[in-house]
């Protein structure tokens, strides 16, 4: 619907979307399959809800922080709350422990260093969490602990990214330049 609005607005002369509001974390990663590629395409800011995925990545709901509460003993946690995401937020602790900020900071700075202009939608219950979120916004995650988030929180993107990112497909697209067009383009995951 965003892609026929702009098109519409382009038409008429009207004003064009400048951003799309979408839950994007490294718990919620389904915006790569179309919204991504659709907003790079069209320029257009992604903001990111849930950048947090409700509180699951800051250790919230993992028995691995002091007073973390497991998924069965808190009725109220988010309906995202899986072994999925609770294995992704044991690796975001991980990486936070060996690099040095916060688990927040850490799916934070992951989520800004994803291609096209992603802007993380931050806040807390608390003063303290809010400061702990905008703590680290100039810091970057060194590129080993950016692809071991990525590997254990990657989804099948479908068709068809999954089958242009086959090296024989890309091979018969680009006549063998492929290694040279800019892996970020493609979401810099193949």
Known sequence: MVACA?????????TRFVA??????LVERSVEREVLPM???????LTAWAPLGGGVLTGKYG????GGARVTDNPSAPAFVNERSLGIARVVGEVAAATGPSASQVALAWLRAQPGLVIPIVGGRRLAQTEDNLGRLAAT?????????????RIPLGFPQDSLALPFVREIIYAGAYAQIDNRRWGGRR
């Open 6 to 14: 702009d098109a519409i607005a382009v038409a008429h002369g009207w």
């Open 20 to 25: 799309v509001q979408m839950q994007y974390s």
């Open 39 to 45: 907003a790079a395409t069209l320029d257009l800011a």
């Open 63 to 66: 028995s691995g922080r002091a």
């Open 141 to 153: 995650l060194p590129a080993d602990a950016l692809a071991r988030l990525d590997q254990a929180s």
